[in-house]
């Protein structure tokens, strides 16, 4: 942090100073409701909670989840889509969003490898009962062509209970946010214990740094425009047990077509993953969440056509102009 600061100048500093007088409200704000769950499970002995804590029984019919890197990196020469599943994102659904049995069939059978889970209560909107309902469909699916896909738990993380809680569910991974966690390496660790994947999300070359050294290999880039996700992946290990995130977010000037065409970049950049908007994937009909994930892990490339005209070419991959 101390090198951030004397390295930049005055409006970052300031910047940079209110993000973190953000972080710690957020932070304050969760560990309330930490608290206020914590004081549920002394109540109730039969708080699912209390049973994973001390027999490591998990939520009925969910069993163990996909593992995360495993689904994510099977990508076939190109890049994974990461869905998300937003309750207060607005939608071009008549109806609203889907409830999670819905969704999570649809998403799976769209491709997406992934659903992440938006918990908090005032940017995601999702409820307990919505993600354990998710994390239940996914292990029907296991019999199912294509198979199970990984649910995330999104949300600030301020207390291992959370983990524990998320790890009960069902869930693969979780996200951290590396201004929010105060000890970064012991949460992984934790993370670990209750076999999750901890997605950490960083968004400069510092911080991607201090999420390496303290264990993580799954690193979520955000806050950044398409040069700059390049630019700070190349900065980073190639390693190949390092997994790349693109969380991709909206333009001034918002269009379907710039996410898939920063996917496809990406993609040659060598991201193993990107993380759409919401608005990308779910802004006009629900039939167009199929176009719309197909288009964005496609093997087309921008040197041949544009977004536009692969999504209205119903021939799509396999000509070999698009390759």
Known sequence: TNSLLTTSNTKTIKSYQLYMSASNLIRKTKLKEVNELKTNISLDNNHLLNKFLSTGEKALLVGEPINFKDAILNRYQTV???A??????????????????IMGGLLRDAGAK????????????????EFYRLCREQYSARKFTPGPISIVWNDYIVDDIQIAYAAALGAAAI?????????????????????????????????AAAAINAGATVI???????????????????????????????????????????????R????????????ALYGTTISDIYSNVIAMKAKAGRKFL????FLMDRLKEGAQEYL
């Open 306 to 309: 544009s977004p536009r005209q």
């Open 175 to 207: 996200t951290l946010d590396i201004n929010i966690v105060e000890n970064l390496p012991e949460t992984i660790k934790t993370c670990y214990k209750y076999n999750l994947e901890p997605i950490v999300l960083i968004k400069n070359l510092e911080e």
């Open 220 to 266: 979520c880039m955000r806050m950044l425009d398409e040069k700059g996700f390049i630019e700070l992946k190349n900065k980073l290990p190639s390693d190949p047990k390092f997994v790349y995130i693109a969380k991709l977010r909206n333009e001034l000037e918002f269009s379907i077509y710039t996410e898939i065409d920063t996917a496809w970049v990406l």
């Open 268 to 279: 040659d950049e060598g991201f193993h993953c990107v993380w759409p908007s919401p608005e």
């Open 84 to 101: 998300e599943y937003n309750r207060k994102v607005k939608t071009g659904f008549i109806m609203g969003l889907p409830p999670p049995e």
């Open 80 to 82: 994974s889509i990461m």
């Open 114 to 129: 992934a659903i992440v889970v938006s918990m908090e209560k005032k940017t995601g909107g999702t409820t307990i009962e």
